[in-house]
Nanobody, 120 residues
Framework: QVQLVESGGGLVQAGGSLRLSCAAS????????MGWFRQAPGKEREFVAA?????YYADSVKGRFTISRDNAKNTVYLQMNSLKPEDTAVYYC????????????????WGQGTQVTVSS
């Protein structure tokens, strides 16, 4: 069974940092681009970052967040610095299967999400 499991979320003060991890099991995703999305209460799930041979970021996180991957560990990371209250959301990782990296429908396998809460 293919599975993605996110971890590393939590409560942090504005200006703080968190590192999210997304561990894959059941198969390797080293040949897939991987992405991070987030969903705040009452809002649509939105693109945050993606990694293939290059990295891609939403404008709202560019310069603050860094996506990386360790194929030997079958794990993708999202380092989040200078966090703001508006970054509060459930963060999801997903495996890309084709199409634009910033579009939700380009991804098929999704994790269950990890909550990130940034207090002001």
């Amino acid at each position: 069974q293919v599975q993605l499991v996110e971890s590393g979320g939590g409560l942090v003060q504005a200006g703080g940092s968190l590192r999210l991890s997304c561990a894959a099991s059941g198969r390797t995703f080293s040949s897939n681009a991987m992405g991070w999305f987030r969903q705040a209460p009452g809002k649509e799930r939105e693109f945050v970052a993606a990694i293939s041979g290059s990295t891609y970021y939403a404008d709202s996180v560019k310069g603050r967040f860094t996506i990386s991957r360790d194929n030997a560990k079958n794990t993708v990371y999202l380092q989040m610095n200078s966090l703001k209250p508006e970054d509060t959301a459930v963060y999801y990782c997903a495996a890309h299967y084709g199409g634009s990296y910033s579009v939700r429908s380009s991804y098929r396998v999704w994790g269950q999400g990890t909550q990130v809460t940034v207090s002001s």
